[in-house]
DNA sequence: TTGTAGGCGTTATCAT
DNA sequence: ATGATAACGCCTACAA
């Protein structure tokens, strides 16, 4: 059992004080040149490393940053982590990751707990079922940064980075137009959400822009979710409009639409050309792989913890920067232009 | 910018001492019931939580546990660390998660940036590449109890939970047995690693055990990976031995198989069965769902969690304990018995 | 039962 | 350029 070295053990060592060892570590200019060499000499054969406790109760600053997301283990949101440690553990940040579970309950719980915790920073994307924002706006009176990624609300003196989703919708419905289909269905998870409801503004948008009649009675609402595709294939298949293209906001609804519809024979992409959302990973494996748009959720962490880093290192103004990611259209056979 | 509540604003409100605050707060007995009452009431009132920092310095415990892991975005690691949090966020415990990204250099590099965060305690899967334990022995000897989990080292005074890999890997080959393969290979991923390993030994015993001949030509070593898994179903299907059935030691390797035996026109589960092993998310959404084994890995991030509380909540001897989580069979369509 | 005082390891503000 | 000292917030002997 190894003791823990300390500033002292090196001033003893060295026969100066704590102090100078401090300046000496810290880069502190009132120092001489001589005298800071052989502090850090000794420090790196003594191996000595700062305690982290010590200097969060000195400076305030815990190095700490608090990373709430719905659920951990969903691609999406697993992969924004990891890019957000790329960019934070070189400057000395760490995460703390918190799960609200979808539940509003549990995101007030959480982000007491995160100011429990004394974080530096924090970073969340929103529960599904958040609804007010005081809790978030407690963090903000404590002046605390915090970035929005991907589910966002709109709150003064935050920034947020967000997928281009608009933009996203309107690549995949421009891509089934352009590869021949003339009546296009949109089906959408959650609207209330801004993720959601943007897809929707893009596929509306483009199908105006394109000269096509927007008809509301072929948008849908269906849970993110394998059982609601099956349910809303269904009413699609019912409909006396014949469709023949489909974009999803989600992947697994756009699976769960094509599992009912080959299930009944209905060639795809030859009879119905279907796009989903998120690039999740089992599209690229299916035996009938999956258009799709990516996210790009790990540039998406990197760009949140970048915003994040610049507030906290600039003690300056609470300046909001709200930054976009760019979406890139996955193009698979379920979309593939037949003649 | 609210200021934080310290116990000298709640002492000086009753006019007490700090002292007897942090007495209340921290169930001494030392104290009358009614000046704890009156301090807990007040604390609640002024909305005091315990400074981290503060009480760290002062007691040496960080209530931050490391939690390395290869990849956090693998379905197998993300829920692992659900469970895991699952289990210590109840307690007051935190996790700082590390990656490795498979990377024995990585990983020491995280050892120490872990033990310079001072945690209180470690949960580790050790890289593929990891050949050395020097790093390691290194946080027994700084006194930090240590939890391996799925992928472990032998090492004294550490405590592990893994898989019994090896009735993983009897569970999916008596299920072929069972269900009329006779020729059955075995398909596995680096070796080195025990659980890669121990699932090759269970297939083995099993194929013992059932009187048929163990052929070691059958055993193929193969990426988890679907190009491996491509590569080695050519090479099995060029063999003189006409195999009914593949045990694999992953899931991708398995897809990968699949994906080119299909190619090729050989029907599954007719000709031959085949057995992944994980059940990763994408198994239950193939066309030809695949036959897996489940490692409930929240599960195990439960019990990795609660082992080390033990050891954390005690401060006895430090005594080893190796849990092992038991393995579930999933069947499915690619194995599924045919006459 | 409560108060006093010291120290955990750092850094910043004095003074030298 | 360096040393002495105080303070961050908490806990705990020890004293009362």
């Given amino acids: 059992m190894e003791k823990k070295v300390t500033i002292y053990d090196i001033a003893k060592k060295l026969n100066i004080t704590a102090a100078t060892v401090s300046r000496a570590l810290n880069d502190n200019k009132l120092i001489s040149a001589k005298t800071k060499e052989l502090v850090l000499k000794t420090a790196r054969e003594l191996n000595y490393e700062r305690n982290a406790s010590a200097f969060a109760l000195r400076s305030g600053k ?50 007491n707990r995160v100011l429990k915790n004394q974080v530096d920073g924090i970073m969340i994307s929103i529960s599904k079922t958040t609804t007010s924002s005081t809790h978030l706006t407690k963090v903000i009176n404590q002046n605390i940064p915090l970035v929005f990624f991907d589910r966002k609300l709109e709150i003064k003196n935050t920034s947020s980075v967000v997928l281009d989703d608009i933009e996203g919708g309107r690549l995949a419905t421009q891509h089934l137009i352009d590869n021949g289909c003339s009546t296009i269905a949109c089906v959408i998870s ?39 595709g099956h349910e809303v294939a269904d009413t699609i298949l019912s409909m006396d409009t014949k469709i023949d293209g489909i974009f999803c906001s989600s992947d697994y609804t756009a699976l769960g639409i094509c599992q009912r519809m080959q299930e009944l024979g209905i060639r795809i992409p030859e009879k119905i050309k279907i796009v989903g959302f998120s690039n999740e990973p089992f599209t690229s494996l299916l035996e009938l792989p999956l258009t799709t748009v990516e996210q790009s959720p790990y540039e998406m962490g990197k760009v949140a913890a970048k915003i994040l880093l610049e507030r906290l290192e600039s003690d300056d103004i609470l300046l909001d920067h709200n930054a976009k990611i760019y979406p890139k259209l996955v193009t698979r056979l379920s979309s593939k232009k037949t003649t």
Avoid: C, W
């Fill in 190 to 228: 959650n609207p209330k959400l801004n993720i959601y409801r943007d897809r929707l503004i893009g596929f509306t948008q483009t199908i105006e822009e394109n000269n096509m009649k927007y008809n509301p009675d072929l948008v849908f609402e269906a849970d993110s979710s394998l059982a609601a």
């Fill in 62 to 111: 815990t190095k700490l940053i608090g990373l709430v997301v719905p659920y951990i283990n969903r691609h999406f949101f697993s992969n924004v982590i990891m890019g957000a440690e790329e960019e934070l553990n070189p400057k000395g940040y760490h995460v703390m990751i918190f799960q609200s579970n979808d539940s509003f309950e549990k995101e007030k719980d959480i982000i």
